[in-house]
């Protein structure tokens, strides 16, 4: 995953650096963690230390991953008046062990919570749907266009040729317009998702 989010008219929002960082740093208090374990005996104050400073650091990336969340979903849902979004399964990804990807997957779970909430708050249409499909057909002829997970570009023998999570983006807008009916009017505003997102949000997770 190289962003966090990318939309239909090509603004992309980098992962943040932090969900990065504080992998690492996760992981190695976690194994400093188990490593100071004692099985059957009080445990030292080291071990206490390590485990306090793991539990601070979860607090500090789960407010990082707010602040991230509610920032851009504000940004997003004020940037249009209709909002489609893949309807990922979250069963799947509190599957998924990996910490990375647990990390940024549940980045991504609270975003959609904070999208659908400030879509209420600010009388915007939001439309979860079915991921099926969404980055195999080319945005432009519907023509399937299979490709792996490494595959960064969508290439069509129609001569599409744009980023693959555009293109999804694009098919995603197409499913959410159908669903709710769109009748021809363009249903989606100006192209002005803030720019100074991540600054921000950099400043605020230092
Ligand atoms: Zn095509």
Known sequence: MTHFYTDSDGNKVDNPRFLRKSEKALKRLQKRVSKKFRKGQPQSNNYKKAKDKLA?????????????AVKLARCVIQSADLIAYEDLQVRNMVKNHKLA??????????FRCWLEYFGNIYGKVTVAVAPQYTSINCSSCSRQVKKTLSTRTHKCICGAELCRDENAALNILAKGLSTV?????????????????????????G
């Not at 009916?181 to 997770?205: F, R």
């Open 56 to 68: 601070r650091i979860h607090l500090k990336v789960s407010r990082q991953r707010k602040d991230f």
């Open 101 to 110: 990807k647990s990390i940024s997957d549940a980045a991504w779970y609270q």
């Open 181 to 205: 009916g769109h009748t021809g009017t363009q249903a989606w505003g100006q192209n002005d998702l803030c720019l100074d997102l991540e600054t921000s949000v950099n400043k605020s997770a």
